[in-house]
């Protein structure tokens, strides 16, 4: 199992502060560096203020040498596909093919609000994310004209450039949708991910994704099946409750509900997930301040869990 962290930017992190966590990531060896994509902070006041996913990632592009890079999730919302596919395509160039782009429909109404960007209703969400996938995908693989007519992004004759420096930077696709997200993992995912949901809902929900791959005749094994669980990890109770009240959480709510407890703990629940299908671990980490909690993680977990 691969462990890749995770980070919540608009909760609060200066570029610098994203930096320090990729390189140090970097350094102990994670399989990449994931940022959100969100304009409004979450029950905080999110000083300095939010932060660009794709200007942030190609920051550190550059600032970095080998650790791979993505967003988790990137709003369909916030861009156009057209646009959106050129800055990812740029980023990728930028790294050297380390870039892969998570993107899901958009939920988070009250940032849409306050920064002018309109939020239609959960279906018309849904198709304007799919014309994205189509768009996107389609660019990045075309090797003449591309022409697409989508319900509400349509591209007529585009020469579908820049092109990225992989033949396809991955795409993840997340959530709990039943039918229409299963759908769309099928058809467009390279990774299928599930935020912050327990071992029984993981594995109905793998399950529905692999059903949609074997509808549509594609083999579900090609899929990454991945989650993403908030982190709290410490060598002791004392440590554990600190880490736990940086973050705003309880530590026995987080050892029901995260990645959280001593070392050996987290090692048994990483591989029961494993055991579920998951094939790679997201930790979201929101203390970016706490180096010390990564030096752990890579020490003690790491090794035990595969990658």
Same mark, same amino acid.
């Given at each position: 199992m691969e462990l890749r962290i995770f980070t919540e930017p608009q909760q609060g992190a200066t570029y610098d502060d994203l930096l320090a966590v990729?390189?140090?990531?970097?350094?102990?060896?994670?399989?990449?560096?994931?940022?959100?994509?969100?304009?409004?902070? #979450?029950?905080?006041?999110?000083? &300095?203020?939010?932060?660009?996913?794709?200007?942030t990632l190609a920051g550190l592009a550059r600032?970095?040498?080998?650790?791979?890079?993505?967003? #988790? #999730?990137?709003?369909?919302?916030?861009?156009? &596909?057209? &646009?959106?596919?050129?800055?990812?395509a740029g980023v990728d160039a930028m790294s050297g093919g380390r870039v892969?782009?998570?993107?899901?429909?958009?939920?988070?109404?009250?940032?849409?609000?306050?920064?002018?960007?309109?939020?239609?209703?959960?279906?018309e969400r849904f198709d304007r994310f799919e014309d994205n996938l189509a768009i996107i995908t389609g660019l990045w693989a075309t090797e003449g004209d591309f022409t697409y007519a989508g319900k509400h992004y349509s591209v007529?004759?585009?020469?579908?450039?820049?092109?990225?420096?992989?033949?396809k930077p991955p795409v993840l696709i997340g959530g709990l949708g039943k039918k229409r997200?299963?759908?769309?993992?099928?058809?467009?995912?390279?990774?299928?991910?599930?935020?912050?949901?327990?071992e029984a809902t993981t594995a109905a929900q793998f399950a529905r994704v692999r059903t949609a791959c074997e509808q549509v005749e594609r083999d579900p094994d090609d899929l990454?099946?991945?989650?993403?669980?908030?982190?709290?990890?410490?060598?002791?109770?004392?440590?554990?409750?600190?880490?736990?009240q940086r973050i705003g959480r309880d530590k026995d709510e987080l050892r029901e509900n995260g990645l959280a407890g001593t070392p050996d703990?987290?090692?048994?629940?990483?591989?029961?997930?494993?055991?579920?299908?998951?094939?790679?671990?997201?930790?979201?980490?929101? +203390?970016?301040? +706490?180096?010390e909690h990564l030096d752990l993680v890579a020490a003690e977990v790491m090794p035990h869990v595969g990658g």
């Open positions: 990729a390189l140090r990531a970097e350094e102990l060896g994670f399989g990449a560096f994931f940022r959100s994509d969100h304009y409004l902070a #979450m029950g905080t006041d999110g000083m &300095p203020g939010p932060s660009d996913a794709w200007i600032d970095t040498t080998t650790i791979r890079l993505g967003t #988790m #999730m990137t709003s369909a919302t916030f861009r156009h &596909p057209g &646009p959106l596919a050129i800055s990812v892969e782009l998570g993107i899901g429909a958009g939920w988070y109404e009250a940032e849409h609000t306050k920064y002018g960007i309109p939020f239609p209703s959960t279906g007529t004759d585009s020469p579908g450039l820049p092109k990225p420096t992989q033949t997200t299963p759908a769309l993992t099928a058809r467009y995912a390279d990774e299928f991910n599930l935020p912050f949901v327990d990454v099946y991945s989650n993403a669980l908030v982190l709290c990890v410490a060598g002791d109770e004392r440590e554990l409750e600190r880490r736990a703990e987290v090692v048994a629940k990483a591989r029961r997930y494993a055991d579920l299908g998951s094939q790679r671990l997201y930790l979201q980490v929101l +203390d970016l301040a +706490d180096l």
